[in-house]
């Protein structure tokens, strides 16, 4: 069973704080891999793509990736009220386009 | 850029009847779109992706005689829910892969919530 699993949370951090989130994944062969994040009664939305080892920065965010451990992660630097959400893992095996999502991460960001 | 419209945002409909849902790539074409479903605080679970000129591939459990889908355009795919019953209530997004673009880099639409009565 291919399986992409997350904290489901909730992480709290005050305002101006980094958050973490983690993801790991069973399929050794994926070869992209994806953060969403999703308000409540809205679609995911694209925040960072990563596909080979090490760390990706975009603005306050930072993916990380190490494909020997399985394993994903995404800060959120200075995190803000607005950055509450729910945070989706995805992953994207070899062979195709099929995305496995995670069931999500929700973090709260106190003011 | 990259921008997917649903049709309709929310519908209700009576049990036994029959809902379409569009999802359009507005700015961009898509060979490649997929259908998902998300129950509340689930995460979303592929149902079926969806090729333009060719029949779609629906996941294990998905019944394709249920939910009908067809993707006559590179920039149209629509799923028709046949004889909706109450358990198929639920979040419904689409999904569009853009041709020759970074692979497997999907925008979502915003999504079909469908109540069934």
């Known amino acids: 069973q291919k399986e992409v699993e997350q904290n489901s949370g909730p992480l709290s951090v005050p305002e101006g704080a980094i958050a973490s989130l983690n993801c790991t994944y069973s399929?050794?062969?994926?070869?992209?891999f994806f953060w969403y994040r999703q308000y409540s009664g809205k679609s995911p939305e694209l925040i960072m793509s990563?596909?080979?080892?090490g760390d990706k920065e975009d603005g306050r965010f930072t993916a990380q990736l190490n494909k020997a451990s399985q394993y994903v992660s995404l800060l959120i630097r200075d995190s803000q009220p607005s950055d509450s959400a729910t945070y989706l893992c995805a992953v994207t095996g070899t062979g195709g386009f099929k995305t496995i999502f995670g069931a999500g991460t929700r973090l709260f960001v106190k003011a | 850029g990259a921008v997917v419209s649903q049709h309709p945002s929310r519908v209700i409909c009576k049990s036994g009847t029959s809902v379409k849902i569009e999802c359009r790539s507005l700015?961009?074409?898509?060979?490649?779109m997929f259908w998902y479903r998300q129950f509340p605080k689930k995460s979303l679970m592929l149902m079926a992706t969806s090729n333009e000129g060719s029949k779609a591939t629906y996941e294990q459990g998905v019944e394709k005689d249920k939910f009908l889908i067809n993707h006559a355009s590179l920039t149209l795919s629509t799923l028709t829910v046949t004889s909706a019953h109450p358990e198929d209530s639920s979040f419904y997004i689409c999904?569009?892969?853009?041709?020759?673009?970074?692979?497997?880099?999907?925008?979502f639409g915003p999504g079909t919530r469908l109540t069934v009565t």
């Open positions: 999904s569009a892969l853009p041709t020759g673009g970074p692979i497997y880099e999907q925008y």
């Open positions: 700015d961009f074409q898509a060979t490649t």
């Open positions: 990563i596909y080979s080892n």
């Open positions: 399929d050794r062969g994926s070869q992209s």
